[in-house]
T-cell receptor, first 111, second 115 residues
Framework: TQLLEQSPQFLSIQEGENLTVYCNSS?????LQWYRQEPGEGPVLLVT?????EVKKLKRLTFQFGDARKDSSLHITAAQPGDTGLYLC???????????FGTGTRLKVLA | EPEVTQTPSHQVTQMGQEVILRCVPI?????FYWYRQILGQKVEFLVS????????KSEIFDDQFSVERPDGSNFTLKIRSTKLEDSAMYFC?????????????FGNGTRLTVT
């Protein structure tokens, strides 16, 4: 069974702090995506990473795909209260139509 | 920007009743998905659908569940005889292709409450 484990599960930090969220698996993924979900809404795509070792930046967010395409990280610099939400990684493996989600990291940024 | 729409936003039903959750995927997308999220838990894959047939399904998607694309625009999830444990947010998603650069686009979900 493919599994994507995220850590930490919960994170509460002060505005201005930096943080990193990790997404790990024993499976190799052909692509991996990060989503953010607000209460009562569907997940919204932040970024897609495809190439092993790839780094993508989205303003204060930096995403990295592991060299072996089994893991990924999300780093937020100078977190703001607007970053509060549930962060989800999701990946698909070659040859399947299944797209599995990680266990999620619930982030709260305090003003 | 085109979006995936789901109706109703909230459905309350009694145990044993049938429910149909409706979704209109983005019009040029070819792959369709249903996921569910029990309150406070992870987003779980239920089923994927392509070319008018199920591509893959999870162990959650048992005989009580079915999907249909009846008219080329709607994509429905039917639960024949609901159970209390079916209470969850159900999300529909679509993507244009199955390739790596093709992310899932989600609707805002239907909250199903089984009493």
């Amino acid at each position: 069974t493919q599994l994507l484990e995220q850590s930490p599960q919960f994170l509460s930090i002060q505005e201005g702090e930096n943080l990193t969220v990790y997404c790990n698996s024993s499976s190799v993924f052909s692509s991996l995506q990060w989503y953010r979900q607000e209460p009562g809404e569907g997940p919204v795509l932040l970024v897609t990473v495809v190439t092993g070792g790839e780094v993508k930046k989205l303003k204060r967010l930096t995403f990295q795909f592991g060299d072996a395409r089994k893991d990924s990280s999300l780093h937020i610099t100078a977190a703001q209260p607007g970053d509060t939400g549930l962060y989800l990684c999701a990946g698909d493996t070659s040859g399947t139509y299944k797209y599995i989600f990680g266990t999620g990291t619930r982030l709260k940024v305090l003003a | 920007e085109p979006e995936v729409t789901q109706t109703p936003s909230h459905q309350v039903t009694q145990m044993g009743q049938e429910v149909i959750l409706r979704c209109v995927p983005i019009s040029n997308h070819l792959y369709f998905y249903w996921y569910r999220q029990i309150l406070g838990q992870k987003v779980e894959f239920l089923v994927s659908f392509y070319n008018n047939e199920i591509s893959e399904k999870s162990e959650i998607f048992d005989d009580q569940f079915s999907v249909e694309r009846p008219d080329g625009s709607n994509f429905t999830l039917k639960i024949r005889s609901t159970k209390l444990e079916d209470s969850a947010m159900y999300f529909c998603a679509s993507r244009p292709t199955a390739g790596g650069y093709s992310p899932l686009h989600f609707g805002n979900g239907t909250r199903l409450t089984v009493t």
